[in-house]
């Protein structure tokens, strides 16, 4: 079984697998008479194939426990998949690199601090949602349309926080 420890979640950590979404102040600027701040362009989503979509959906998570055992990563190849938490949860990303296989020893783990969302681009691997602390919603923006475009790939992990989780 793959063990791995969960470090911080930094934009510079997870650019191979995607996007951290968050606010940044190097892309915010004033709208709305000036009464709304916009964090712009944080995440680019992919839609792949004909009649694609892009879906916007709230998923509701249940807590997992830690360390985190999983059986398993998906991906999904014809789109990016972004989780935003919407109540300040924070929650355990596990990734791998877009592929036909796993390779283990480029599994990575991460714990966001619940300010933090993540954007995974087409074919990269992951884990199902991984809420920790309390039922978490979030928004989620994704692929819809014709098309297989959920894969699983067997893969026993164990997952534990770091000093920072």
Known sequence: MLELQAQSLTPEAFADFGDVIEQREDKAFPINAGRTQRHHDLAKVEVLGEEARTLVSIFVSQPVTVPLELAFLERHPQGSQAFMPLHEERFVVVVAPPGDSIDPSEVRAFVTNGRQGVNYRAGTWHAVQSVLDKEGEFLVV???????????????????????G
């Not at 297989?148 to 026993?156: K, P, W």
């Open 142 to 164: 994704d692929r819809g349309g014709a098309g297989n475009n959920c894969d699983e790939y067997a893969l026993e992990v164990r997952v534990v926080l770091g000093r920072s």
